[in-house]
């Protein structure tokens, strides 16, 4: 499928005081487009910056109940390194997971 000079997804990236850690807290693919390796590129791409600028670590997170998110992580060699409740708005609890990167 073509998409011509359209969006169909997006990552943001914080740097953490520090500049040891790039935090991934969003990740939005177009449903019509997923499962084309978009998120799995966007994830690279951050793991990539992350060790040309000298990041140690690149962590994602995620509400608990994002499976395919939980999956991606994994695919992408991230492993869960924590936890929080009442994280998001919604009160909804936080995954973390990250990756060592250089």
Not at 35 to 44: D, E, N
Not at 56 to 76: F, G, T
Not at 84 to 95: E, S, T
């Amino acid at each position: 499928m073509l998409f011509r000079s359209r969006p169909v997804g997006y990552i943001k990236v914080i740097a953490e005081p520090g500049g040891k850690v790039l935090r991934v807290t969003d990740l939005v693919v177009s449903a019509p487009v997923r499962r084309q390796g978009i998120a799995s590129g966007l994830v690279l791409a951050v793991m990539n910056m992350a060790s040309s600028r000298d990041y140690l670590y690149v962590v994602m997170e995620m509400q608990s109940r994002n499976d395919p998110a939980v999956s991606l992580a994994e695919k992408m060699g991230l492993t869960f390194c924590g936890f929080r409740d009442n994280y998001f708005p919604n009160q909804d609890m936080a995954l973390f997971f990250s990756r060592f990167v250089r």
